[in-house]
């Protein structure tokens, strides 16, 4: 802990803090001291909510220290107690002035974020400090409510009068237990979120609403949302007392917004006839009482008692007038279809007045109001919805605040709405509506007319906060400028403001424009670009490379939800998304957020799985990932934006917002700076831009990359709209291809400098194998009480396209949503398996376990994750810890892999057989074990496919009909998968190559390796006698790929331009010719200019493209000249991320080594061992 000295207030740190920090927590005590309000801005990751929470409780510290140091002199009568410590050094100047000051007089601090969770993370801060104040975190009842009759009701409204009637009649068992318990110590030393409030609650049995608003009376920190202090019906609501209180807000870019929406509001027809329904209602019952002479119709009782109406029917009557004729006053306008009317904010009381509402009726009418509401409520049996009776109630509350006198009625009615519209629009919703609202009735069928009340200042509430005589008001985010224009906006003084830098240095930050995609498409998400095909296939190409380049996590963000869900579905339809999916599982933002926690929490597992390339995290700006998440370190390791998220233009809140701002420009009020309708409008698109881009650097020691993929960022004024700790990184390209030249260089440079600890297999993580060493067949699960996992698979599925979910084993051992996760890739990946013969497992597939179900799954994992750059990994550090290498023959080689394979195909097919008899019956099982062993018998494919019919009428046992591919004989492999597209929509990855007979197979791999010569070795320096492969063997599937091209060719070898000439014409099949004819144009420059920087751009914009393009690119090596391979080499490592010492250790071994073993083990797809080369040496 360090202690430090500002301004004479002593704040304990956890931490020796940084300059901005000093400066921050300056700013922040000097705003409490002088009773000025200040707003600080400082980019996230600088700890500001750290600093905001010390500074404020340090100076509230020293507040109560002075006040002590008064009264011990006063009782001293004059005398000093301390002689050589004069009083003004206790911190006099704290206290104001003169003034006698109490103990209770010391300020509450009121801190207000934008949500829960976020208050959450304030508060694990909070923790975090040597500070313990007592605090208490205001909710609602839907948060905090324990008491399972109030909470199955779906109404909110009848939640609240449904708990008001128990309180009131102590009928809540949890809330009578409230008095015994709000004295509990634990509870009233702790300090607790929400979330700890309702575990306190339902272990103590007593109410945590209730619980949090007794904890507010004796806090010292009071938590809220914004809502509830902005809001004056519910400021009334919770009781919230603000005069000399400190009132903090924090991630206050979004109070503007919200201080707008509290004071607005929209009366739908369906509000009304609600309303009127109720009445309705409520006079039935009330006539019907009357004919029977009765006075009260249900039985005798307290609750009764409670419940009765304290208003004549005489009354209701009127009320049920007044809303018919404001439903009447609101229809009679005859509006077009598509747009609405708009007035002056006063308008809104001449409308009213046509309906008996004024200023001199508000008060009977709010009551009688409040009186159906609680009345009709607190009924037993069935509820009837009262919102519409709540929200004219809340109607008559923002519109006629205040008691002005007669005289001054006109002058409060002009000030009241002087930053208000009205708007009138038809309402399309009704179909909605109707089918959606279980209270829909008859009477809200009919199409009416909407009565908008807009505000579009955020200074009504803040003036109406300052009346309140707080001491100081303290706005702080990372995301503020320009402060003139927001500080103008809000309409009251901030005579204290920061603008505070960053933390990181030059080589923590990549920022790069990235105008254009790697097949040269101009990328834009303006409205008549987003959906163009050529856009977001371009998009996808970017986002698809870059998920290589950017290691651990990567954020893309869109700017909404329906551009981010169309984009989505066309890059799965065009294969853009299969190919991130390969190197990092996507993950998708969910737009409800029941489904959230579930989602990131997948994310957070997949990027901390040693075993895995990371994950990418699809989210929107403006959206809960975007705003107050934690993605540090390797969770957040690049940021790309998808484009620029500008407010719906077409909105008519959007337009009468632009409007109004145009208007008050034009006025020039002296002494406020007001933004045109056209900068604010661009203002809300960079805020959210900037919110996202925080997300990347969280620390100190953090770093990343961020990319910025629309060429209308290109614009000086688009920059310069960035934040300030940004704007001096970012970097303009005219070329793909150098911006992953360059991010692959920074990331190797970061990774070096600042080294992050290992990635471990967490041992208790809910969706993560723990894998012993890489060859081991056993795994470990999760514990078998996490929940099921059918009904979580179905809500991510829509989410997470890596999880492809296999319920087929949920009693094995993995249960759950571990089995899930484990599997989540297998469905597709068991198609790629090379075919061989396993029909011989057979005879043990009866002998089948659980156990060996398991051990299955373990092996398959291990397998997959074994790829050819960890092999080669721990060859190369066996090789160099014993000093010398040792290279076979590539004949015994080749026959020791034939017999692994052998043995890990027959374990394979064992494990598959007792995985499909966990999932099916015993007599399906039975008679498809004895259609394969009949297979065997008789070649008979036909008979197979009716006897495994079975497995196509559930989708979940679609994957074991794939699986059985790898039994079928190479002449069925062709037609097999045919049948299975088509009866599943799914093939089995066949290719050609598949069809071919096992001896077949074997003599092409002869004939590849009797054309090349044994490797040996003269010393253990690492000179090597080796021959050089030639193109065309590279070329037609064998796993061969290596820095070949970057050395020159030695004897034995094929002629340089019999290699140049084969890689040209690979290049014409692979591209196509208007991309070949741009390479072909760049090596004919290069071999004019020697401009290696113009001939790589475009080298790699056009061969990283494609996963299968990348062994070109490894080839296109051949036609550096001698004094540029250096370069080339290094950055073909870091595309593809090996260590520069490896490659300087042992320049020959790498590629004779990975020939050796790619001559030893079977012709898998060549790609594919391409792309887990690229994608798994990242991880290294």
Known sequence: MTSLTLNGVTVNFPFPPYDCQRDYMSKVVECLQKKVNG??????????????????????????????????????????????????????????????????????????????????????????????????????????????????????????????????????????????????????????????????????????YYLSRSLKQQADVIFMPYNYLLDPKSRRAHNIELKGAVVIFDEAHNVEKTCEESTSFDLTPYDVASAISAVDRLLAEKAKDVSNGESVSEDFNVESLNSGLKIDITTVAKVKQILLDLEAAIDSYDLPSDKGITKPGIFIYELLERAHLTYDTKTPVYEALEQISGYLAGQPGIFLNTSGLQKLSDIIQLVFCGEPSDKDRQQ???????????????????????????????????????LSYWCFSPG???????????????????????????????????????????????????????????????????????????????????????????????????????????????WRANGHADRIENVKPMFVEPKGKGTFNEVIDGYYSKVNDPASKGGSFFAVCRGKASEGLDFANTFGRGVIITGLPFPPR????????????????????????????????????????????????RHKEDYGAIFLCDQRFKGSSARGQLPSWVRPYVRL?????????????????????????????????????????????????????????????????AHLPSLKRRRLNEHAGASGMARICIEYEQEVQESHRRPVNLLDALERGDHCNGEDGDAYVGEERANRLSTLS????????????????????????TSVSENVSEEGKASRAKGFLAEMKKSLSQVNFDRIVQALQTYKKTDDLDVLLTETAVLTEDANTHSLLRGLYQFVRPHHKKRFDEKCKELTGQGCGYKPDHSLAKDTKKALLQSASDRQPAVGLTSSSGTSNSAQLSTQQLNKGGQHLSQQGLKEAQKGSAPKSEVHASFLADVKKSL???????????????????????????????????????????????????????????????????????????PAAVSEDQQSCALSSPPLKTQSRISSFFSNSQRK
């Open 870 to 893: 960890l092999q080669y990994d721990k060859r190369m550090e066996d090789e160099l810890r014993g000093g010398k290498r040792k290279i076979k023959l590539v004949h015994e080689q």
């Open 1072 to 1146: 196509g010719a208007e991309k070949s004819a741009q390479l072909f144009q760049a090596i004919h420059s290069y071999k004019k200019t020697d401009s290696y920087e113009n001939l790589v751009s475009t080298v790699v914009s056009l061969l990283t493209e494609r996963d299968e393009d990348f062994n070109l690119l490894v080839r296109f090596g051949t036609f550096i000249r001698p004094h540029h391979k250096k370069q080339y080499k290094e950055m073909l490592n870091a595309l593809i991320g090996q260590p520069d010492d490896a490659a300087a250790d042992v």
């Open 733 to 797: 390209y005219d070329n793909f291809g150098n911006v992953v030249r360059d991010v692959s260089q920074f990331f190797r440079v970061a990774q070096k400098l600042r080294p992050v600890v290992e990635k471990k297999a967490p041992a208790e993580s809910c969706g993560t194998a723990c894998l012993p060493d890489t060859q081991s067949s056993g795994f470990t699960s999760c514990s078998a009480s996490q929940s099921s996992s059918a009904p979580k698979a179905k809500v991510l599925d």
């Open 460 to 570: 009504f509430s803040m003036q109406d906060l300052k009346n309140q005589e707080v001491r100081c008001i303290i706005l702080t985010s990372g995301t503020l400028s320009p402060l003139t224009s927001f500080t103008s906006e809000m309409r009251i003084e901030f005579p204290v403001t920061l603008e505070n830098g960053h933390v990181i240095e030059r080589d923590q930050i990549f920022v790069s424009v990235i105008d254009r995609g790697p097949d040269r498409v101009e990328l834009s998400s303006a409205f008549d670009r987003r959906f163009v095909p050529e856009n977001m296939a371009s998009l996808g190409n970017t986002v698809a490379n870059l998920s290589r380049v950017v290691p651990h996590g990567l954020l893309v963000f869109f700017p909404s939800f329906p551009l981010m869900e169309k984009t989505l579905d066309f």
């Open 412 to 450: 409060k009615m002009q000030s009241n709405t002087a930053h208000f519209k009205v708007h009138i629009h038809r309402d399309n919703s009704n179909q909605k509506k109707k089918n959606t609202d279980v209270w829909a009735t008859s009477s809200s069928k009919k199409q009416g007319n909407i």
């Open 650 to 697: 077409m909105d008519p809140r959007v337009i009468l917002k632009m409007q109004f701002l145009d208007e008050m420009s034009r006025k020039k009020v002296p002494g406020m700076k007001y933004l045109s309708g056209q900068e604010w409008y661009r203002q809300q698109a960079f805020r959210a831009v900037n919110q996202a881009i925080g997300r990347v650097i």
């Open 39 to 208: 707003v600080l801005e400082s980019p996230t990751g600088t700890g500001k909510t750290l600093c905001l929470l010390c500074a404020t409780l340090a100076w509230r510290e020293h507040f109560k220290d002075t006040i002590s140091a008064r009264k011990i002199a006063e009782r001293l009568g004059g005398e000093e107690m301390f002689p050589n410590t004069p009083l003004a050094s206790w911190g006099t100047a704290a206290t104001d002035g003169d003034k006698p000051t109490y103990y209770t007089d010391v300020p509450k601090i009121i801190y207000a974020s934008r949500t829960h969770s976020q208050l959450a993370q304030v508060i694990n801060e909070l923790k975090n400090t040597s500070y313990r104040p007592k605090v208490c975190v205001l909710g609602s009842r839907e948060q905090l409510c324990i008491n399972p009759e109030v909470m199955r009701q779906e109404s909110n409204h009848v939640k609240v009068h449904m708990c008001r009637s128990k309180v009131s009649t102590r009928s809540c068992v949890f809330y009578n237990n409230l008095e015994e318990k709000s004295t509990d110590r634990d509870l009233v030393n702790s300090i607790l979120d929400v979330e700890d409030l309702v575990k306190f609650g339902n272990k103590q049995k007593v109410c945590p």
